[in-house]
């Protein structure tokens, strides 16, 4: 079974640039999670989507948003990037929620400059 | 109410040694609780996890201590190896709320 795969991997940005990213979850899988991951603030939870619906959401500002697709495939956007935002992007998905496993992907690193 | 405190921050171990990471958290609704192993470049991997009816939980040379009066759960890695190197995270969970994360700590085990 493949695993979680986001893209792009590395993504260099300036300051109020745009920014899309992608997670492919686990086949069968239908809930997705994202997190921030920096040196400072360890993971921090973005939002979790189930079913093409946000079903969870951390304390992150409006310009951090997300959606899902109807084959479970996940997009986030962060608009109006600021240095701040640096980070390792993870994506992880189970097969309905938080009491099931969560398999990480790779992450995307985003460096806003 | 949401904490999850971890530690230490770093760790060095000589190999065949035992590795000790420590956690505490706050809410006592939290009945879930996974460690996770990331190693560079890659995202974290689910190690072991424990529900509070269990005060103990081993897998391998990986154990999980779990004290419910303390609010404390601990990572033991037995006979550690230079291949244990890696930052490891707690983390705290209940019903289908996200997981709460500790702020990692990276393990060093030398030769």
């Known amino acids: 079974k493949a695993g979680v795969t986001q893209t792009p991997r590395y993504l260099i940005k300036t300051r109020g640039q745009q920014v899309t990213l992608s997670c492919s979850p686990i086949?069968?899988?239908?809930?997705v999670s994202w997190y921030q991951q920096t040196p400072g603030q360890g993971l921090q939870f973005l939002f979790e989507y189930f079913s093409e619906t946000q079903r969870n959401k951390g304390n992150f500002p409006g310009r951090f948003s997300g959606r899902q697709f109807s084959n479970s495939r996940s997009e986030m956007n962060v608009s109006t990037l600021e240095l701040g935002d640096s980070a390792l992007y993870l994506c992880a998905s189970s097969l309905d929620g938080f009491r099931n496993e969560q398999f990480f992907g790779p992450g995307t690193r985003l460096t806003v400059l | 109410q949401q904490q999850v405190k971890q530690s230490p921050q770093s760790l060095i171990v000589q190999k065949g040694g035992i590795s000790i990471i420590n956690c505490a958290y706050e809410n006592t609704a939290f009945d879930y609780f996974p460690w996770y192993q990331q190693f560079p470049g890659k995202g974290p991997a689910l190690l072991i996890a424990?529900?509070?009816?269990?005060s103990e939980k081993k897998e391998g040379r990986f154990t999980i201590s779990f004290n419910k009066s303390a609010k404390q759960f601990s990572l033991h890695i037995m006979d550690s190896q230079p291949g244990d190197s890696a930052t490891y995270f707690c983390?705290?969970?209940?019903?289908?709320?996200?997981?709460?994360f500790g702020k990692g700590t990276r393990l060093s085990v030398i030769a």
């Open positions: 086949s069968g899988h239908r809930s």
């Open positions: 424990i529900r509070p009816d269990v």
């Open positions: 983390a705290a969970g209940s019903g289908n709320t996200p997981l709460v």
